[in-house]
């Protein structure tokens, strides 16, 4: 059976997001225009991929077929990209602009050696117990990463202490990017996708 998704990204914002619209057609006509949104006009494929979530629970990308799912590439030392966006998320989960059943925010890390399940957990508490945290090696996620061109690598290890940073792609995707873009547009784009799926046949 085939596991892949079909999904656009839609959103991009100034951190590390990405914007899944779970879409089996064109939506162009049925999402709205926004400073900083862009649309594809063909939905993307993305393969189903198993990596373990917050819990240390197996978790597959197609557990969120017929959702939104708002997409963040980052990780749990990021300084400055990765909590923006996650803020930002968290700002928008708390507007009450879109029902929850509908709605997932999810975090995939990019530094699987050091974001461990109970890392990301702790990461993610700050902002929402409902958020969804990924992980896996790093040689797991850039197959995953790549289908979204959410770019990544590691840099050098400091000669003291070993420390380094990552570096990504700053996106949020609607698995539909949008730049910079504000609750109002995510929130927009967003129940634009859910109407569409509530009057799919």
């Known amino acids: 059976m085939d596991r892949s998704l079909s999904i656009r990204p839609a959103l991009l914002v100034a951190s590390a997001f990405a914007c899944l619209a779970v879409a089996q057609r064109p939506l162009n006509a049925a999402v709205p225009s926004y400073d900083r949104v862009h649309v594809l006009e063909t939905p993307t494929p993305i393969s189903d991929a198993a990596l373990i979530d917050q819990d240390g629970a197996s978790f597959k990308l197609s557990d969120l077929q017929g959702k939104v799912a708002f997409v963040l590439f980052g990780f749990t030392n990021c ?13 928008l989960h708390e507007s009450g602009r879109l029902a929850d059943d509908n709605v997932a925010y999810v975090m995939i890390s990019v530094d699987g050696e050091r974001d461990t399940p109970a890392a990301m957990k702790v990461f993610l508490a700050k902002y929402s117990s409902e958020f969804i945290g990924l992980t896996a090696e790093p040689h797991r996620i850039t197959p995953i990463a790549d289908q979204f061109s959410a770019m990544f690598f590691k840099g050098s290890s400091h000669p003291h202490d070993g420390s380094y940073a990552v570096s990504h792609s700053p996106q949020i995707f609607v698995l539909d990017p949008v730049y910079s873009a504000s609750v109002e547009a995510m929130a927009g784009v967003a129940v634009a996708l859910l109407r569409e799926k509530s009057a799919a046949p």
């Open 79 to 91: 300084p400055d990209v990765c909590p923006l966006s996650m803020q930002r998320l968290r700002e």
